[in-house]
C-alpha cells in the first residue's frame, strides 16, 4: 500500500487501515478510498475501491470513487459508466447525477451530422418543406422532401410526408 501522508490526515489514514485489517466487516473502503485519493495517492484509492467491489458489488459508494479516480486520469468514458453505476444504484445520488451530466454533455456526438455537401441548398431542410406545405405549395414541399428522401434514403418519416401529400387533394 502507499505510504501515508505525514500529518493527522496520515495519522486517519493509518487508523482506517489498521481498523480495515482488523475488521473487514465494516467496510471502510469507501472512506479508505476517498481519503487516499485526497491525500493524491490514486493507486491506492483505486486497488482499495476495486477490492472493495469484488466483496461487495452493491457498495455504490465505491463506484463514486472510481468516477473521480477516472476523471482524475482523464478516462471519460470509464467515469460516465462509474457515475450511471451510482444513479442506478442510488437515483438522488446528486454529485453522481451532476458529474454525469457534465460529462455526457462535453461528449463528441456519437454521429456527427452529414456535412453540407457542394452545391447544398440550405432551404432544402424538412421545416422548410412543412411550411411550403402549410401555406398550399404541395409540389415544392414534395420537392423538398424527395431531396432529402435521396440524402436519407430509408428515412420512413419523409416517405410518409410525401405520400400524405400527394394523396391530399388538390386545393
Known amino acids: ?5 505525514a500529518s493527522s490526515d496520515g495519522e486517519v489514514l493509518l487508523a482506517l487501515e489498521q481498523l480495515h485489517a482488523r475488521r473487514p466487516d465494516l467496510h471502510l473502503e469507501y472512506p479508505l478510498a476517498e481519503r487516499w485519493l485526497a491525500a493524491g495517492e490514486t493507486a491506492a484509492a483505486r486497488a482499495i475501491a476495486e477490492a472493495g467491489l469484488r466483496a461487495k458489488p452493491g457498495y455504490y459508494q465505491l463506484h463514486l470513487t472510481l468516477g473521480k ?3 482524475h486520469e482523464g478516462h471519460t468514458a470509464e467515469a460516465i ?3 450511471r453505476a451510482v444513479i442506478a444504484a442510488c437515483p438522488a445520488n446528486l454529485f453522481a447525477a451532476h458529474r454525469l451530466l457534465g460529462l455526457v454533455a462535453s461528449e463528441p456526438p456519437a454521429t456527427p ?3 453540407a455537401a457542394p452545391g447544398d441548398d440550405p432551404f432544402v431542410n424538412p421545416t422548410m418543406a412543412q411550411l411550403y406545405a402549410s401555406q398550399g405549395h404541395r409540389a415544392k414541399a414534395i420537392a423538398i422532401y424527395r431531396t432529402l428522401l435521396r440524402r436519407n434514403p430509408g428515412d420512413s418519416v419523409l416517405t410518409a410526408r410525401i405520400t400524405a401529400l400527394e394523396q391530399e387533394p388538390q386545393s
Not at 500500500?1 to 501522508?5: F, I, L, N, R
Open 1 to 5: 500500500m502507499a505510504t501515508a501522508p
Open 69 to 71: 479516480l477516472a476523471e
Open 81 to 83: 459508466g462509474a457515475y
Open 113 to 115: 451530422p452529414r456535412p
